[in-house]
């Protein structure tokens, strides 16, 4: 991802990935949140393997890229998409 961004079309590319509390598979997350209108992400999940990735502006003006990898998610685990969606929320204000 830091790669891609680099490129001459690297912004268009991130600008095209789902913005949070907006569109795509983001649309109804992370609203009211810090993250909200301030991350770029492409969520991936299989079964039981969940790999979000993304581009994140923080509150503090700062552009981090982000991936968190969850493989073999218990099935008694309740609401892991919320549970990383609460980190990325945390990340979104942290200094």
Same mark, same amino acid.
């Given at each position: 991802m830091r790669i891609a961004n680099l490129q001459p079309r690297g912004a268009d590319w991130r600008d095209d990935l789902p913005l949070a509390a907006q569109d795509g598979t983001l649309a109804h997350r992370f609203i009211g949140t810090p993250a909200a209108d301030h991350l770029h992400a492409k969520t991936s999940?299989?079964?039981?393997?969940?790999? !979000? *990735? *993304?581009?994140? #502006?923080?509150? #503090? *003006?700062?552009?981090?890229?982000?991936? +968190?990898?969850?493989?073999? +998610? !218990?099935?008694?685990?309740p609401y892991p998409t919320k549970i990383m969606d609460d980190l990325v929320a945390a990340v979104a204000q942290a200094k």
């Open positions: 999940t299989l079964a039981t393997t969940h790999f !979000p *990735s *993304s581009y994140l #502006h923080t509150t #503090h *003006s700062q552009t981090l890229l982000i991936a +968190i990898f969850a493989n073999d +998610i !218990p099935d008694d685990l």
